[in-house]
């Protein structure tokens, strides 16, 4: 047995296909065009990947995109009059301030300081709260994107063991609490849990993302589970240049899985075509409309 591969390219592309029908359906119907900004500071050559990829994948969807670049030594007083500047900004619906912030900067600060119906990375207290007692809410898109990838394979998660593997703030926490919306059973793992593998083993869905190169081995796998690998770890070639690996022995769990997503092509591609879909309920609820049916 193989396990079915989950094309994260495919279903991202027809997400951000029907995220552009219906930006241009409120434009045409409401004349509003949403509206994201993206702050970038200093220069990280994956956080410039990522905010390059968010710029071109934001106007093809037919929305307004604008870029903040600012230098690594900003002042923490500087970066919040932007947020600042730009929760005030009727052009901008959507504000993601890429992270990590160089050090020096307060994370927590510039986060709080984003108006949470802006918030289209969901990390604002008021958004992981709302997510977290179970009201509607911005969530954060890498979680969105392992929903959807996750009920490519299963229309229904109810009743399903799941073990996401990992807490942070950006992933873990706000994927546990989606799943149980869902109605699966959720196991919470981490570095400080014990018998990891045995903990694996009873999962019919496993999400990694601890960011540690294929940490996750095929004989932990139940077979047939679904397995979402969050993992994105650059590992040296011996050419002296780089390539991608989850957090899921990729092989291994190819013999074992029922369905797993590549590294690179899966998570990574959807968690941009989230982000866009975020944008746009956050445009259609700032300006009062209803919900778009995406
Ligand atoms: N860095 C890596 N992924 C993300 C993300 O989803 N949002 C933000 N703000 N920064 C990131």
Redesign the pocket.
């Known amino acids: 047995m193989t396990a079915k591969i989950i094309d994260g390219k495919v279903i991202a592309a027809e997400l951000r296909a029907r995220v552009a029908d219906e930006v241009a359906r409120v434009k045409r119907e409401h004349n509003l065009v949403p509206g994201l900004a993206v702050v970038l500071v200093g220069s990280d050559p994956?956080?410039e990947v990522?905010v390059r990829s968010k710029h071109t994948q934001t106007q093809a969807a037919g929305m307004a995109s604008f870029e903040h670049k600012l230098p690594a030594d900003v002042s923490q007083a500087n970066l919040l009059a932007l947020v600042t500047k730009l929760n005030r900004d009727s052009a901008v619906h959507g504000i993601?301030?890429?992270?990590?912030l160089p050090k020096g900067l307060n994370t927590e600060a510039v986060v709080n300081a984003i108006d949470p119906a802006k918030d289209v990375?969901g990390?604002h207290p008021n958004n992981a709260g709302r997510l977290a007692g179970g009201f509607e809410a911005l969530s954060?898109?890498?979680p969105l994107g392992c929903i959807i990838l996750t009920k490519s394979v299963h229309a229904s998660l109810e009743g399903m063991n799941a073990i996401v593997i990992g807490r942070s703030n950006?992933?873990g926490r706000p994927l546990v609490q989606l799943l149980l919306n869902e109605n699966a059973t959720v196991t919470i793992a981490h570095s400080r849990s014990r018998d990891l593998p045995g903990l694996v083993k009873r999962a019919d869905l496993v999400y990694a993302a601890v960011g540690k190169s294929e940490m996750v081995r095929g004989d932990w796998l139940k077979p047939g589970a679904t397995v979402i690998d969050v993992g994105i770890n650059r590992i040296p070639k011996d050419d002296g240049k780089t390539r991608l690996v989850g957090d899921v022995a990729y092989q291994e769990a190819l013999a074992v899985a029922g369905a797993i997503t590549p590294v690179p092509g899966g998570v990574g591609q959807m968690?941009v075509a989230c982000?866009l879909v975020n944008t746009l309920r956050a445009a259609c609820a700032i300006a009062g409309l209803p919900k778009p049916a995406v």
């Open positions: 994956a956080s990522y993601l301030v890429q992270l990590p990375d990390l954060p898109c890498t950006l992933v968690t982000l």
